[in-house]
């Protein structure tokens, strides 16, 4: 099973700066097959990029995803106030993992 | 327009089982490529993948929830159902059922989710 590693935990920032957000793979993974989606409290995950790098319809261009391998990048150029979320990786190359996550929370 | 709803119970006790549906409209369960996953996540904690069923009935279980869980479909129905024995209350989560392989067949993100339906175990 490969086992996804997210990091930080928590990120604190401003409106207006960037966001990096870290996917590490334990292994591996196959395709870029990799994910990342968004989730807002009491509202379901909400898909951002896939295949490492491939925005999703209707997803701002603020958002790109890069990396390949077994270490990925979620940025966020600019955060907007809607930005401030938990932010997960998902790999879909091998079954399917998600990571741990990250909170983006309002410095 | 895409769409999924989960139904079931919203208090199980512990040793039950537990059976979901997933009602979809929008898509067809018979198209090529396509699947329908369940995830759930316990509150204040990360998404797990549960289970996963294609158009062609080939099913996909989380080794670690393997034993535990059998996933369905009923095409007619544009139903999946997915069954977990002996339920504990660390199983304690909001279940969620999300589509695959709409945005191009072979794809294997979920690009469309349900609500989400919380289930407690509890005595």
């Known amino acids: 099973e490969i086992v996804l590693t997210q990091s930080p935990g928590t990120l604190s920032l401003s409106p207006g700066e960037r966001a990096t957000l870290s996917c590490r793979a334990s292994?591996?993974?196959?395709?870029?097959?990799l994910a990342w989606y968004q989730q807002k409290p009491g509202q379901a995950p909400r898909l951002l990029i896939y295949?490492?790098?491939s925005r999703a319809t209707g997803i701002p261009d603020r958002f790109s995803g890069s990396g390949s391998g077994t270490d990925f990048t979620l940025t966020i150029s600019r955060l907007e106030p809607e930005d401030f979320a938990v932010y997960y990786c998902?790999?879909?190359?091998?079954?399917?993992?998600f990571g741990q996550g990250t909170k983006v929370e309002i410095k | 327009q895409i769409t999924l709803k989960e139904s079931g119970p919203t208090l199980v006790k512990p040793t039950q089982t537990l059976t979901l549906t997933c009602t979809f409209s929008?898509?067809?369960?018979?198209?090529?490529?396509?699947?329908v996953g369940w995830i759930r996540q316990p509150p204040g904690k990360a998404l797990e993948w549960l289970a996963l069923?294609?158009?062609?009935?080939?099913?996909r279980y989380s080794p670690s929830l393997k034993s535990r869980l059998t996933i369905t479909k009923d095409t007619s129905k544009n139903q999946v159902v997915l069954t977990m024995t002996n339920m504990d209350p660390v199983d304690t989560a909001t279940y969620y059922c999300?589509?695959?392989?709409?945005?191009?067949?072979?794809?294997?993100?979920?690009?469309?989710w349900g609500q989400g339906t919380l289930v407690t175990v509890s005595s």
């Open positions: 999300a589509l695959t392989g709409i945005a191009a067949a072979g794809t294997r993100f979920f690009d469309y």
């Open positions: 929008g898509f067809s369960l018979s198209t090529s490529g396509v699947g």
């Open positions: 069923i294609y158009w062609d009935d080939d099913k």
């Open positions: 292994q591996s993974v196959s395709s870029s097959y």
């Open positions: 295949g490492a790098s």
């Open positions: 998902q790999q879909y190359g091998s079954l399917w993992t």
